[in-house]
């Protein structure tokens, strides 16, 4: 079975501009949680999404935002970009709302 | 706020020693725990968890360790071997919802 996959791994963009990241949860899981990992906060939860509805949300401004579509696949964006958003991204998608999160790889967004 | 504490960020071993990784949580609702593990460039990894109404729990070299009264669990390692070097996060969560990390301690076990 596939596991947790994430488009881009990596990623360069500039100050002002907005990014859009991918999941793609492990097939049959309807819950994505994403994440933002950190060099000094560690991993910090962003959002969650179970059945195309955000359960749960981070302390994160609203630049940070994320979607779910029917097939529980997932986009998180970020617009108007700043440096201290440089950051690995992590998806985790889970059975149900409940179970035990999978990890993807993440992405590795670098703002200049 | 950080409610949940890892206080070292990294712990150097010898191969075939015991490791300890601790972490400190502060909510006091937080009755589920979990471990991960990472390695560079991949995803964190379940390792092992332990809920509210257990003091330990135990898979083959791990066993975690929860003082509810200190708010207080421990991950053991024995014995510790040079694949075990890698990144460990300690998570909390009520019930089974959204999970709060810590800062993560690096684990270097050397042969």
């Known amino acids: 079975k596939a596991g947790v996959t994430q488009t881009p791994r990596y990623l360069i963009k500039t100050r002002g501009q907005q990014v859009t990241l991918s999941c793609s949860p492990i097939s049959g899981h309807r819950s994505v949680s994403w994440y933002q990992q950190t060099p000094g906060q560690g991993l910090q939860f962003l959002f969650e999404y179970f059945s195309e509805t955000q359960r749960n949300k981070g302390n994160f401004p609203g630049r940070f935002s994320g979607r779910q579509f029917s097939n529980s696949r997932s986009e998180m964006n970020v617009s108007t970009l700043e440096l201290g958003d440089s950051a690995l991204y992590l998806c985790a998608s889970s059975l149900t709302a409940e179970g035990e999160q999978f990890f993807g790889p993440g992405t590795r967004l670098t703002v200049l | 706020d950080q409610q949940v504490k890892q206080n070292s960020p990294s712990l150097s071993v010898q191969e075939g020693r015991i490791s300890i990784l601790n972490c400190d949580y502060t909510?006091?609702?937080?009755?589920?725990f979990l471990w991960y593990k990472k390695y560079p460039a991949e995803g964190p990894t379940f390792l092992i968890s332990?809920?509210?109404?257990?003091d330990k729990n135990e898979d083959g070299r791990f066993t975690v360790f929860l003082n509810k009264s200190a708010k207080h669990l421990s991950l053991h390692i024995v014995p510790s071997q040079p694949g075990d070097s890698a990144v460990y996060f300690c998570?909390?969560?009520?019930?089974?919802?959204?999970?709060?990390f810590g800062k993560g301690t690096m684990l270097l076990v050397s042969p």
């Open positions: 332990i809920s509210s109404i257990k």
């Open positions: 909510n006091s609702m937080f009755d589920y």
């Open positions: 998570a909390a969560s009520k019930g089974y919802s959204t999970l709060t």
